[in-house]
């Protein structure tokens, strides 16, 4: 894999990089039926025709406290579902405005492609990518060219998916757009046409985030993924509106895209003072996540859950979704059996790429040996 990997990459820089981020990306494929991936596909277009209703957008932005947010008419650039999947169908997890792993992801797949051919072709996603990109830009700034764009995150050669930040700055140069990898504190508004964002403070108050966050309020730089797309698609508490068949239909979802969307999403409820007893005592049944989170920081299934730990909990924004256990895979070169997320990264309500999260404990952590990432392939 790692040899067709670096003749696709075709730069040592990049893909030694890749080799050296131990966990990333699991020597596996995964062959998934035909039927279960039109399964994925249609609960992908049930969550983006969900959020196409505006009295959803509305109901969901209150909830996560993002009403006030400016609202520059981004879509959230390309969004990642998150699924488990059941013998009744996929489950939805969690929803990411910033799928990481999509271009790795890709090349992992067109090499194992290489080395399997009886895989087929795995998905062309960069073309998607760019489009996207430059649907976001065209959405704000009509017909004026893009220049350039700037990736940005906190010490980015520190980060886990760094190599992943050079494969957009080429995919990027390769359109003839100039791109640039920079710490925030490098930003100045109007240096860059557009601002591909992978910072984890979502709502940009980080003070050392100020100048980036002043030129998205003022629309001086086109950001994406912004504020708004993380407030209404990712804030935890919107997956208690989207488990409530009986709520969606209240403001005026379709009757049947209300409970397709409720069957997807498993009951999620926020943790309250006045529900709290009864969660404790039932907790084994629930999955509780910090309203914000990300990257399974600070979650804690309740099985696990300790009492020390609970004040934590009712003192921060959580919710408490009803525990959908993940896939178990049995992976024979790795003398192990491996849980499974299932990523779908969608533009538009279109699923463009399927990839796997193969892991051990109680949430993905990329140091499981033999796990990681791993491309999907319909069979």
Same mark, same amino acid.
């Given at each position: 894999?790692?040899?067709?990997?670096?003749?696709?990459?075709?730069? *040592?820089?990049?893909?030694?990089?890749?080799?050296?981020?131990?966990?990333?990306?699991?020597?596996?494929? !995964?062959? @998934?039926?035909?039927?279960?991936?039109?399964?994925?596909?249609?609960?992908?277009?049930?969550?983006?025709?969900?959020?196409?209703?505006?009295?959803? &957008?509305?109901?969901?932005?209150?909830?996560?406290?993002?009403?006030?947010?400016?609202?520059?008419?981004?879509?959230?650039?390309?969004? /990642?579902?998150?699924?488990?999947?059941? *013998?009744?169908?996929?489950?939805?997890?969690?929803?990411?405005?910033?799928?990481?792993?999509?271009?790795?992801?890709?090349?992992? /797949?067109?090499?194992?492609?290489?080395?399997?051919?009886?895989?087929?072709?795995?998905?062309?996603?960069?073309? &998607?990518?760019?489009?996207?990109?430059?649907?976001?830009?065209?959405?704000?700034?009509?017909?004026?060219?893009?220049?350039?764009?700037?990736?940005?995150?906190?010490?980015?050669?520190?980060? #886990?998916?760094? *190599?992943?930040?050079?494969? #957009?700055?080429?995919?990027?140069?390769?359109? /003839?757009?100039?791109?640039?990898?920079?710490?925030?504190?490098?930003?100045?508004?109007?240096?860059?046409?557009?601002? #591909?964002?992978?910072? &984890?403070?979502?709502?940009?108050?980080?003070?050392?985030?100020?100048?980036?966050?002043?030129?998205?309020?003022?629309?001086?730089?086109?950001?994406?993924?912004?504020?708004?797309?993380?407030?209404?698609?990712?804030?935890?508490?919107?997956?208690?509106?989207?488990?409530?068949?009986?709520?969606?239909?209240?403001?005026?979802?379709?009757?049947?895209?209300?409970?397709?969307?409720?069957?997807? &999403?498993?009951?999620?409820?926020?943790?309250?003072?006045?529900?709290?007893?009864?969660?404790?005592?039932?907790?084994?049944?629930?999955?509780?996540?910090?309203?914000?989170?990300?990257?399974?920081?600070?979650?804690?299934?309740?099985?696990?859950?300790?009492?020390?730990?609970?004040?934590? !909990?009712?003192?921060?924004? #959580?919710?408490?979704?009803?525990?959908?256990?993940?896939?178990? @895979?049995?992976?024979?070169?790795?003398?192990?059996?491996?849980?499974?997320?299932?990523?779908?990264?969608?533009?538009?309500?279109?699923?463009?790429?399927?990839?796997?999260?193969?892991?051990?404990?109680?949430?993905?952590?990329?140091?499981? *040996?033999?796990?990681?990432?791993?491309?999907?392939?319909?069979?």
């Amino acid at each position: 894999m790692w040899a067709a990997l670096d003749a696709d990459i075709a730069d *040592p820089a990049i893909s030694s990089s890749l080799r050296r981020r131990d966990g990333l990306l699991s020597p596996c494929a !995964i062959l @998934l039926p035909r039927h279960e991936a039109e399964r994925v596909e249609q609960a992908v277009w049930a969550l983006h025709a969900v959020f196409s209703s505006p009295s959803l &957008v509305a109901a969901a932005l209150e909830i996560a406290r993002g009403d006030g947010l400016p609202d520059h008419g981004l879509g959230g650039w390309m969004l /990642g579902f998150d699924f488990h999947l059941t *013998p009744d169908g996929p489950r939805l997890i969690e929803i990411n405005t910033n799928p990481g792993g999509m271009l790795a992801v890709a090349a992992q /797949g067109r090499a194992l492609a290489a080395c399997h051919l009886e895989f087929g072709d795995a998905p062309d996603v960069e073309p &998607v990518a760019l489009t996207a990109f430059q649907d976001e830009w065209r959405r704000q700034r009509g017909d004026q060219p893009l220049g350039s764009v700037a990736i940005i995150d906190d010490d980015p050669p520190s980060q #886990y998916l760094y *190599p992943e930040f050079q494969l #957009y700055r080429r995919l990027f140069e390769r359109a /003839g757009i100039s791109a640039a990898i920079f710490d925030p504190s490098q930003f100045v508004a109007g240096s860059v046409d557009m601002v #591909y964002n992978r910072l &984890v403070d979502f709502s940009l108050d980080s003070p050392g985030h100020a100048a980036l966050a002043q030129a998205w309020r003022g629309g001086e730089t086109v950001v994406t993924p912004d504020p708004h797309a993380h407030f209404l698609f990712s804030d935890k508490r919107v997956m208690a509106l989207l488990s409530d068949e009986p709520s969606l239909r209240a403001i005026g979802v379709r009757p049947d895209i209300a409970a397709t969307v409720a069957r997807i &999403v498993p009951p999620t409820i926020p943790v309250t003072a006045a529900n709290a007893e009864d969660l404790w005592a039932d907790r084994r049944r629930w999955f509780f996540k910090p309203a914000k989170g990300h990257a399974g920081k600070a979650v804690y299934r309740g099985e696990k859950l300790s009492r020390s730990t609970w004040p934590t !909990i009712l003192a921060s924004p #959580y919710v408490a979704q009803r525990y959908i256990p993940p896939s178990r @895979l049995v992976v024979e070169h790795a003398g192990a059996s491996l849980k499974m997320d299932l990523r779908a990264n969608a533009w538009q309500g279109q699923v463009v790429q399927m990839a796997a999260r193969l892991y051990e404990g109680q949430a993905t952590n990329f140091r499981t *040996p033999g796990g990681g990432f791993a491309p999907v392939f319909t069979v």
